[in-house]
């Protein structure tokens, strides 16, 4: 395949791991609250040991596929004049992922065995891992605000979708203070299924007008004549 190929490959990217995060949430299922006890939560594992660790590979292959998407929108960013805001959106990605890989990899602990050994640090573990996805936020803000930014200024992406971005941005930020205990407002809550689902539309969106960019990009690049 040539370059043009694999650029359009890698800014589909986004839409691949879109994909596979839904199908991981629907895995995964609907998560103990944060205000119930540990033996709820140590249910809740031990019972989808199994669908849970599927559901966090499904999740590593989607940050794959969304790397090479990320990569691919760093990369335009720099072609239109935006280098500074291309490496604080791909800081921004890399802070966002390690610590959700964090949040992961501690879901996977608890399904993994601790959960069946009853162990005191059940609840600890589980409420590390969703102030982690809520402290995330905060840090994926920047990849947002960034690409929004770009957008407005060089008109790279359509200017309504920087806004768009913008918008999304500062949701993120007001998603990172999902800190009450019970309720619409906490970690398990209502404002942290909003705050994923406009991730997900962020992430959707991009790469479908990231794609469109590209292919319009080759179509319009003239043929080389040949050789006489």
Do not use: C
């Amino acid at each position: 395949m040539d370059k043009a190929t694999w650029d359009k490959l890698a800014a589909a990217g986004g839409i691949v791991g879109v994909v596979l995060f839904i199908v991981a949430g629907i895995l995964y299922g609907s998560p103990p609250g944060v205000d119930e006890d540990a033996q709820s939560v140590a249910d809740f594992f031990s019972d989808n040991r199994d669908t849970v660790l599927t559901a966090v590979f499904l999740q590593g292959l989607g940050v794959l596929a969304i790397l090479w998407f990320v990569s691919a929108l760093v990369h335009t960013m720099r072609e239109e004049g935006e280098g500074r805001l291309a490496t604080a959106a791909f800081g921004s990605f890399l802070l966002a992922f390690s610590i959700g890989g964090m949040a992961a990899i501690t879901r996977s602990t608890l399904a993994y065995s601790i959960a069946d050994e009853g162990s005191d640090l059940v609840l600890p573990l589980y409420h590390l891992s969703v102030v982690f996805d809520v402290f995330v936020n905060v840090l994926g803000a920047g990849l947002f605000l960034a690409v929004g930014g770009a957008t407005l200024r060089t008109g790279f992406l359509a200017r309504w979708w920087g806004w768009f971005s913008v918008a999304a941005g500062l949701w993120l930020i007001v998603g990172a203070t999902a800190w009450a205990r019970d309720g619409f407002w906490s970690p398990t809550g209502g404002v942290s299924w909003l705050t994923f689902i406009v991730f997900l539309v962020w992430m959707l969106g991009t790469s479908i007008l990231l794609t469109m960019k590209m292919r319009t990009a080759t179509a319009s690049t003239p043929t080389a004549a040949p050789a006489t």
